[in-house]
């Protein structure tokens, strides 16, 4: 396991463990879904700009569009709500693994950039889903901030399964 | 008289099933084309509504039709002139595949 793995693997530990040590209440887990899409964001800027490989571009564009507008909804939800976001250990760990990976990826181009950008979209998108099926979605008390989490699902998966695809088809 | 007004009901109908092109609707909800394969006739349209929260497209593999953008609550209407079997997608999101078949 190399060490960007790693911090998404931590990451993920840090997300599940969040239910059993204590359950999220809505304002963290709202801030939650706005720090993990705007990891995605940040990492999609980084590559559409750097990555040479047309479909590595296409896919950070289409997730900067995907996670901005999920964003949108869940900050629009947050304010007809009258929940403010509130920080805690989970989108702490969740933003260090951001920062994280955006240092690593400064530090290399090329092919050995799309590998490393994709490997961890693999991985992000796999940890997000984990944490809004054990952790997000059980533990939201609002019906509404529930719905969206339900509705913004099948993003994750088709993002991981586009991801998936990508891996696949880098290095041949 | 009952049975001929019935037979005269059935031709009506039958008439106005050849003459009136049919409408249907496929939703883009979940990431998913709903339903995923489609038979329609000649003439008949077909109206793509975005269930979801996020926009997606319809586009043809073989360029016969592409929705452009159809924002979240949008629809978007194709009228199937010819013949064939058409696979599309969700330009966006590549794994959203579907297909119309137009006989």
């Known amino acids: 396991m190399n060490k960007l793995s790693f911090t998404v693997a931590v990451a993920a530990f840090a997300l599940a463990g969040a239910v059993h040590a204590q359950a999220p209440n809505d304002a963290q887990i709202a801030h939650v879904v706005v720090t993990a899409n705007q990891v995605d964001i940040d990492a999609g800027k980084l590559a559409s700009t750097k990555s040479t490989n047309k479909d590595v571009q296409a896919f950070a564009k289409q997730m900067i569009a995907d996670h901005s507008g999920v964003n949108q909804q869940a900050t629009a939800l947050a304010t007809k709500l009258k929940v403010t976001p509130q920080d805690n250990p989970t989108s702490q760990s969740l933003a260090k693994g951001g920062k994280d990976n955006i240092a690593k990826l400064n530090t290399l181009s090329g092919a050995a950039f799309d590998k490393a950008y994709v490997d961890h979209e693999v991985d992000y998108h796999q940890a997000v889903l984990d944490a809004l099926d054990k952790t997000l979605i059980p533990s939201a008390k609002n019906e509404e901030l529930k719905a969206l989490m339900v509705k913004v699902r099948p993003a994750f998966v088709s993002h991981l399964d586009h991801a998936k695809h990508l891996q696949s088809t880098l290095g041949k | ?103």
């Not at chain 2, 929260?53 to 159809?70: E, G, Q, R, V």
Request: glycine letters at 8%.
């Open chain 2, 1 to 103: 008289m009952l049975r001929l007004s019935i037979l005269v009901g059935a031709v009506a109908a039958g008439c106005s099933a050849t003459a009136l092109a049919a409408s249907h609707t496929v939703t883009m909800d979940g990431f998913a084309f709903k339903p995923q394969t489609l038979e329609v006739k000649v003439g008949d349209t077909v109206e793509w509504v975005n269930r979801d929260i996020l926009p997606h497209t319809a586009t043809a593999t073989a360029n016969a039709f592409d929705s452009k953008t159809i924002q979240p609550g949008g629809k978007w209407t194709w009228t199937a002139r010819t013949a064939g079997q058409y696979a599309y997608e969700c330009a966006l999101h590549p794994n959203m595949k579907g297909v119309v078949q137009v006989k």
